[in-house]
């Protein structure tokens, strides 16, 4: 039996948030933005919140699976921007489903976080423990940037993506991830600082820094190993992939990482221009858009393909 995605769901907040608006507010233009990523505009939140945004995609997602929420044994979210630090984003959306069952936890593996959090469920559904499982990928980036830094600030965007994976006769056909904690200072947010009264000098709250040129150096030689790795373990070429769903980061990564598999970029779907990068929500909002457009048919080779913060990264390929 196999891992397999019955389901997908998304939601991006109300709010669009243009490059001519951003340019309003601040020193940098659209021709900037978009020719160096690929984005023209992002969704960020007004009301919505990083458990609202999940909960939203969550009922996408068990309504296009076709499953209630008695049925759920297991809620994984991937965020590095849960609105609690306790309880945790995945304990929020059992309250919300009443998912009463359900083992529910967060995971921090930034924009590898969808990745990570469906290679979990996979052992736990691979091991007999649990029989379907709800894996989400949700952010509000937004809350941590520093608005006056222009250069990490137009990057992102809000948003939530979810998917049910249940036991099957197909599904999840291999995997790969990998972690560099001794990279990790080239993309950082601190958590909130020590305040007890023995401390003399609390120091201000931090926001996401990012040196862009080694994020991308680390990306463009990273993810087309990891491919290259996942593809042959399942006993295929890339050749036989029928689509590439990579971590939203930059239009430039995305073809740079088609060229160095020698892939057409018509198999690489993007969402960035209309959502910029929302880290562990990347891919499963793609992969949802992708569902709802009609693109996915039944044994149609997947990659999905996560990579950022810690460093981190996963890739799997997935028979759907
Ligand atoms: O999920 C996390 C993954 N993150 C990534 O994948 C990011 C990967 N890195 C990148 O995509 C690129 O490095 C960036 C898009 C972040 C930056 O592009 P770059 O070509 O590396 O630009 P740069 O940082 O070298 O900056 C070039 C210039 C600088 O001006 P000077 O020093 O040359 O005068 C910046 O001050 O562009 C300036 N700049 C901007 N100008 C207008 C930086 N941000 C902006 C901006 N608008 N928003």
Partial sequence: MKTRIIGTGSCLPDMVVTNDALSAIMDTSDEWISSRTGIRERRLVKEETTTSMSVAAAKRAMENAGITAQEIDLIIVGTITGDYVTPSTACQVQAALGAGKAVAFDINAACSGFLFALHIADAYLKSGIYKTALILGAE?????????????????GDGAGAAVVRSERTGLLAYDQGSDGARGAVLTCRNRENNNPYVKNPVEPDYTKMDGQEVYKFAVTTVPASIKKVVEEAGL???DID??????ANIRI???VAKRLKAPETKFPTSLDHCGNISAASVPILLDEMNRKGLLKPGMKIVLSGFGGGLTWG??????
């Fill in 315 to 320: 890739s799997a390929v997935l028979e759907w």
């Fill in 237 to 239: 070429t890339i050749e």
């Fill in 243 to 248: 689509y590439f769903a990579l971590h939203q």
């Fill in 140 to 156: 509000t980036l937004s809350k941590i940037m520093n608005w006056n830094d222009r250069s990490t600030c137009v990057l992102f």
């Fill in 254 to 256: 995305i073809q740079s």
